[in-house]
């Protein structure tokens, strides 16, 4: 008997172990295949498929905790993935259709993350707003066109046998005394997670700063938000009555966004002031929990709202739970911008000294087409824009919404060009049977390539088109503007911190080395600041 009740514990034993083994195989499984589901990713769940895959003793998890940083003050933020985009053949795809995208939120969220001495996610690194944070020293625009366009090639700083392209528009500098008339509606999160020095504190000394630069023929309403959400001060242009709300407003409850939103827009379609620049700001961590709570709900509301002529820009606060991906979305889809507040120099940044962008809208459905010339360019990829992108056809189609420019503000893209004559590496796709590129001479046999935009005057429907080619030239990185150098010098710096495939030689030492020698009039020292946080980013891959 004895026997025979060893043997049924012996085999309960073993059971038990299966048993075990397949949960834990199909737990992570669901997690994988959820993962690739989902559009965005939590760090915080991240961090407990990692721990999962350590206990079964797997490296990758714990590769991956180290790149995203392990403080639990970061393990519940929110960002899109980003696929980078890859080199494309000329012969088989000559065009690349993508949006304008003034956000700058990515540079100073990155710049907080290492700052607190840790490496950011990558997904949190969107080069274009790495290289668009910056003032550049474009040329003001000539005549009734909002803006210039400029372009320059030269030698690529991560690959001597490419070439680097910058596209740059720099919009029309105007005086705040000047722009029409603002009905704003200051949309504020005094949810429990505003509760913390770098959010609710920080929102309220920034949004001062913006209402210490309004005139008497603006207006501001204040909206809250928490569990439900309030009209705390009617429209006004009463700034001791402003200033005095704001002092007042203190964080607690959940957060039902959808319901402030609302509330926001009806309070800015109420008092709309025609012709004037009528704008909803938001400033929150972006931590919706109640209510309307997925991004598609969200953005379906704010494209509904945009048709009255109300924008939407985005101010992102504090740590832990920032829903970076929500607040990009939102402020895509309003017509607006995104700036992440890292610091009070930060906030008079966004709100002092670049107010008129922020407020004033110049050109609205801003879109770039870049046409390239086969006997010139073998292939090309541009870098950032991920989100951005466009079909081809999209760019004609005035119907298929694209970004904003504000007043002072300056866009550049940049793409990394491989001359004809060279092989594309690795770019997924055989060789064509029958379709070959030959180069032929023709009159346009010097150009690079031809850059197309459209824009919309921002009380319009109807676009209007610019054209402009660019003429190649041998030209070396070093012998470069100071724009084209530093530019590159960033977007090196955004390779490494995503860990790129593309990043081709770059290197710490290389970026600081040409961003050193771009400094050009660096008066408000953003620049030197830059070469610093890229101290920090080496020490800690070091």
């Known amino acids: 008997m004895q026997k025979f009740l060893f043997v049924v514990f012996i085999f309960s034993l073993f059971f038990s172990a299966c048993s075990s083994s397949k949960l834990s195989s199909s737990s992570n499984n669901i997690y994988q295949t959820q993962e690739k589901q989902n559009v965005a990713y939590s760090s915080s769940n991240s961090m407990m498929s990692n721990s999962s895959s350590i206990s079964n003793g797997s490296t990758v998890g714990m590769d991956f905790k180290k790149e995203i940083g392990s403080d639990a003050e970061t393990q519940g933020e929110r960002y899109a993935a980003i696929e980078e985009n890859p080199f494309l053949e000329t012969g088989r795809t000559p065009l690349s259709t993508f949006s304008i995208d003034v956000d700058t939120a990515s540079y100073a969220n990155v710049r907080r993350y290492l700052n607190d001495g840790q490496l950011p996610p990558k997904d949190a690194v969107r080069i274009e707003e790495l290289v668009n944070y910056f003032e550049y020293d474009y040329p003001q625009p000539i005549g009734d066109v909002p803006f210039s366009v400029n372009t320059e090639a030269a030698?690529?700083?991560?690959?001597?046998?490419?070439?680097?392209?910058?596209?740059g528009l720099q919009g029309r500098k105007v005086s705040l005394d000047n722009v029409p008339p603002s009905n704003l509606v200051f949309l504020i999160d005094v949810s429990g997670s505003m509760n913390d020095p770098r959010k609710l504190p920080l929102l309220k000394d920034a949004l001062r700063i913006l209402v210490n630069q309004l005139s008497a023929k603006d207006r501001v309403a204040i909206v809250v938000y928490a569990g439900g959400s309030g009209l705390v001060l009617p429209s006004t242009n009463n700034r001791g009555e402003i200033l005095n709300a704001l002092e007042n407003l203190e964080a607690g409850g959940s957060t039902d966004g959808g319901q402030g939103i609302r509330l926001a827009y009806k309070v800015a379609l109420d008092n709309l002031i025609k012709d004037g620049n009528n704008r909803v700001i938001l400033a929150t961590d972006g931590d919706f929990n109640v209510g309307l709570t997925g991004d598609a709900e969200l953005v379906k509301l704010i494209e509904s709202k945009r048709q009255n002529g109300i924008f939407l820009s985005v101010l992102g606060f504090g740590t832990g739970n920032t829903n970076d991906s929500m607040m990009e979305k939102l402020a895509d889809k309003g017509n607006g911008n995104y700036a992440y507040i890292d610091s009070p120099e930060e906030a008079r940044k966004a709100l002092g000294e670049q107010a008129a962008g922020t407020l004033y809208t110049i050109a609205k459905d801003v879109k770039i087409q870049v046409e390239f010339n086969p006997a010139k360019v073998a292939g090309y990829r541009l870098l950032g824009y991920e989100n951005r992108l466009l079909a081809d056809r999209d760019f004609n189609d005035d119907k298929k919404d694209a970004g904003e420019i504000g007043a002072g503000h300056s866009v550049t893209a940049l793409y990394e060009i491989i001359p004809a004559g060279q092989k594309i590496e690795d770019n997924g796709v055989d060789e064509l049977r029958y379709a070959k590129t030959a180069s032929s001479k023709t009159a346009f046999n010097d150009e690079l390539l031809t850059v197309k935009l459209r824009y919309k005057?921002?009380?319009?429907?109807?676009?209007?088109?610019?054209?402009?080619?660019?003429?190649?030239?041998?030209?070396?990185?070093?012998?470069?503007?100071?724009?084209?150098?530093?530019?590159?010098?960033?977007?090196?710096?955004?390779?490494?911190?995503?860990?790129?495939?593309?990043?081709?030689?770059?290197?710490?030492?290389n970026i600081k080395s040409l961003a050193e020698s771009s400094f050009g009039n660096d008066l408000k020292s953003h620049r030197s600041d830059f070469v610093s946080l890229l101290k920090k980013a080496k020490h800690l891959q070091d």
């Open 155 to 167: 030698t690529c700083a991560w690959n001597a046998k490419h070439k680097i392209v910058s596209i």
């Open 457 to 509: 005057e921002p009380n319009q429907n109807a676009s209007k088109l610019l054209t402009q080619g660019l003429l190649d030239a041998e030209k070396s990185i070093e012998n470069a503007s100071d724009n084209l150098r530093f530019a590159s010098s960033v977007a090196e710096f955004g390779l490494l911190l995503r860990n790129s495939r593309y990043k081709g030689n770059s290197s710490f030492d």
